[in-house]
């Protein structure tokens, strides 16, 4: 049998592969020292099979969360454990 697709996924995994080159062009070009990445967890987990060295080397933290749609109050409440 079979399997049916999982466009849904699919899409995820490609912004996910796009993200993560997207991050390596800037890391290369100089644009960040350090990095605290945010996605929800399916998307950290792909994301983390695309990172570049140079990217991986400047992440300082990961918040295994999705914030999408939350106030900025709770954007910050998430990211204010991340020391400086």
């Keep these: 049998a079979m399997e049916e ?5 699919i899409a995820e995994d490609r912004f996910a592969a796009e993200a993560a080159d ?9 644009d960040f020292e350090r990095l605290v990445v945010v996605a929800p967890p ?6 983390r099979k695309h990172y570049h060295k140079e990217v991986a080397s400047r992440i300082i933290d990961e918040i ?4 999408t749609g939350r106030s900025i109050d ?9 020391e400086a």
């Design 64 to 67: 295994n969360k999705d914030l």
């Design 42 to 47: 399916s998307t950290l987990g792909e994301l």
């Design 22 to 30: 997207l991050l390596r062009v800037r890391a290369l070009s100089g």
């Design 74 to 82: 709770e954007i910050e409440a998430a990211l204010t454990r991340i």
């Design 5 to 9: 697709s999982d466009f849904h996924q």
